[in-house]
């Protein structure tokens, strides 16, 4: 399988599907509408769209019968993007490689764009189609617990508290794992959701998200103080000035590196019932221990 371009297709389907989904640019009030299109269309990897497609795949459904699901979890994740570069949050002004919305649009219109872009997530959610094991309610009731106070906003929340203070590991597992792992385990469960899954399935593509989006808040720490802003496309070393949570000032970063490797061997080894119709999987759990930026 060649990932690159399976990655790039995969984008592509992503970017027209939240075309489609999304008020054009001119649409009144049209201010709101440029300010949502300018931070959804930056350049963003896309990556849960397409773990959530790849697990629908895995689990032998149609990836066009996730791609709603797949494009409400971009929404969500661009929107905990606009309001966490926000001067009272993380004050950023980088984010994929082009100005932050506040910074272009102010902060009112950021927040409502932040705003919108959740909100516009549950409308595009309705598209989907309900299976035989999965009615509407459950996977609405998948996406809010995701987006809510007890998964992203409560990593959110304890990131915000434990600026400049020591915390230990667990505490910082906490961070990590409702800040970037709950919703990155949601993607694939959606997936796993819309093709129908079984129990045996939906409980092997949870262990995987869990495992997977751990390991990928790890790299992406560990990107942090190893990279430049420019190929990552947004402020690089401001988990440091910041003071913030990170596994390499926690445990240092060779230690960082090797959890990361461990999380990700334990992502893909959760992968085994699916047989082939796990590789893409496989193949972005490898790509995204790889990653530069
Ligand atoms: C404001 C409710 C709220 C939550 C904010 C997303 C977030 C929580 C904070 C942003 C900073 C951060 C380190 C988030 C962790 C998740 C993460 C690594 C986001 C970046 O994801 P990528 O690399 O970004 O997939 P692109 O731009 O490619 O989509």
């Known amino acids: 399988m060649e ?15 939240l075309d489609r989904f999304l008020p054009k640019a001119s649409t009144p009030p ?13 350049g ?6 397409i773990l959530c497609l790849a697990a629908a795949e895995a689990c032998g459904g149609k990836v066009s019968a996730a791609l709603p699901l797949a494009c409400a979890v971009e929404c969500i994740h661009t929107y905990s993007l606009v309001h966490d570069d926000l001067p009272s949050m993380d004050n950023d002004d980088l984010r994929r490689g082009r100005a932050t919305c506040h910074k272009v649009f102010g902060d009112g219109i950021a927040i409502l764009a932040g705003d919108a872009l959740l909100t ?15 009615d509407l309610r459950e996977i609405f009731r998948e996406i809010s617990t995701a987006a809510g106070s007890q998964k992203l906003i409560a990593g959110q929340v304890a990131d915000l508290e434990a600026e400049g203070r020591r915390i230990n590991r667990v505490q910082l597992r906490f ?41 990928f808040q ?19 070393g401001k988990d440091v000035t910041a003071k913030k949570a990170t596994y390499p000032a926690v445990i240092g970063l060779d230690k ?19 047989g082939t119709r796990g590789q893409p999987l496989q193949a972005l759990a490898n790509y995204l221990l790889e990653r530069e930026y």
């Open 30 to 42: 049209a201010t709101i509408h440029k300010a949502m299109r300018y931070s959804l269309f930056a």
């Open 3 to 17: 990932l690159k371009r399976y990655i790039v297709a995969r984008q592509k389907e992503v970017d027209r599907a």
């Open 120 to 134: 516009i997530a549950f409308e595009i959610a309705t598209q989907v189609k309900s299976t035989k094991r999965y």
């Open 218 to 236: 790890v790299i992406d720490d560990i990107l942090d103080v190893t990279q430049t802003s420019e190929k990552l496309g947004k402020s690089a």
């Open 175 to 215: 961070i990590h794992e409702n800040k970037t792992a709950a919703l990155l385990t949601a993607s694939v469960r959606l997936g796993a959701m819309a093709a129908n899954s079984s129990a045996k399935q939906l409980a092997a593509i949870t262990a995987f998200g869990r495992a997977l989006g751990l390991a």
């Open 44 to 49: 963003g990897k896309r990556l849960r769209p």
């Open 256 to 274: 960082s590196r090797a959890e990361a490797r461990r999380l990700t061997g334990q992502a893909r080894n959760a992968l085994s019932i699916f």
